[in-house]
Nanobody, 120 residues
């Protein structure tokens, strides 16, 4: 079974940037991938998704600030997060998904995620 390992989270001040990485144990070239997040007391929500060919979707809450990308040769997916806000504080997860990009079906098991904390 494919394993997903998220990294790159941390504590950052509002307005700062972070780059998250998701290393996948198997080949991702045939899969759409997605980033999700879960804040305390809230349900997990979609952040951004990307097809194998590069077409992507971003949630309205992060549009213009976050960018999803992928390196199929490295089996890694990235999330560049700029102009971070306190409301972006959450545990961030990646997963393989089945389109449509704006409402994907989750295909894999969840990893441990990476904590992002944005201070005001």
């Amino acid at each position: 079974q494919v394993q997903l390992v998220e990294s790159g989270g941390g504590l950052v001040q509002a307005g700062g940037s972070l780059r998250l990485s998701c290393a996948v144990s198997g080949r991702i070239s045939n899969y759409a991938m997605g980033w999700f997040r879960q804040a305390p007391g809230k349900e997990r929500e979609i952040v951004a998704t990307i097809r194998s060919g590069g077409a992507s979707y971003s949630a309205d809450s992060v549009k213009g600030r976050f960018t999803i990308s992928r390196d199929n040769a490295k089996n890694t997916v990235y999330l560049q997060m700029n102009n971070l806000k306190p409301e972006d504080t959450a545990v961030y997860y990646c997963n393989t998904v089945l389109p449509p990009l704006n409402s994907p079906r989750i295909l894999g098991s969840w990893g441990q995620g990476t904590q992002v904390t944005v201070s005001s």
